[in-house]
């Protein structure tokens, strides 16, 4: 399986870390190796000191695919779930000024948290939900899906452009205004439609 990122989703979210807002998808990847399962814990790495949450919406891919038309991009996922691109802001920071790829800021083990996958119904539209992110009980970001500037289904067929999508490929969609950084002990807890479905505990 892929994990499949995209940056700058949320307007609001670029500007808060002064990047422009994009005219097509900015898209990036993580490999297997970066997925946090549910309940494990994250081990603060020792490369970076300046760890930030990214709280997600994340679409998990049920069916192969390729050139997938917009149209039907809904018939290729039935479940999402919150998840958290964890950044190592400042290594990012450093590679983006010098114009380098990176992975190493965003891709190391662990960076891709993901909760507990809920089924969409039919009454659940993907682009009018809402979540939150609470770091140590205090609501952090508070995001809503109608404010992607790339909806799920464009990002679904703007990637499988590129890259043929595969059953347990995890979309992660883009994080709204609200980053910052974490700390050893932080407990990190996401609320889809109210619901929690994530618990991060950072080590
Ligand atoms: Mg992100």
Redesign the pocket.
């Known amino acids: 399986m892929k994990i499949i990122?995209?940056?700058r989703n949320y307007a609001e979210h670029a500007k808060e870390l002064n990047n422009d807002v994009p005219t097509s998808p900015v898209i990036f990847m993580k490999p297997k190796s970066a997925l946090l399962l549910p309940e494990k814990p994250l081990y603060y790495p020792e490369f970076t000191d300046d760890l930030q949450y990214?709280c997600?919406l994340v679409v998990r891919i049920n069916k192969n695919g390729k050139f997938i038309q917009e149209k039907f991009a809904k018939k290729y996922y039935s479940e999402v779930s919150l998840g958290i691109?964890f950044?190592a802001r400042d290594l990012q920071r450093d590679l983006q000024k010098k114009g380098l790829p990176w992975e190493i800021a965003?891709a190391f083990d662990g960076s891709a948290a993901v909760g507990n996958f809920v089924n969409l119904t039919p009454e659940m539209e993907i682009q009018k939900m809402n979540f939150q992110l609470k770091l140590n009980d205090e609501t952090v970001q508070d995001g809503k899906t109608s404010d992607m500037i790339f909806h799920v289904d464009k990002i679904i067929a703007y990637v499988s452009r590129f890259f043929t999508l595969n059953i347990g490929d995890l979309v992660?969609t883009?994080?709204p205004s609200g980053v910052g950084p974490v700390n050893g002990g932080d407990k990190l807890e996401g609320y889809l439609e109210g619901n929690k479905v994530l618990t991060v505990e950072v080590k």
Do not use: L, N, R, Y
């Open positions: 990122c995209v940056g990214e997600e691109d950044t965003k992660f883009g994080t």
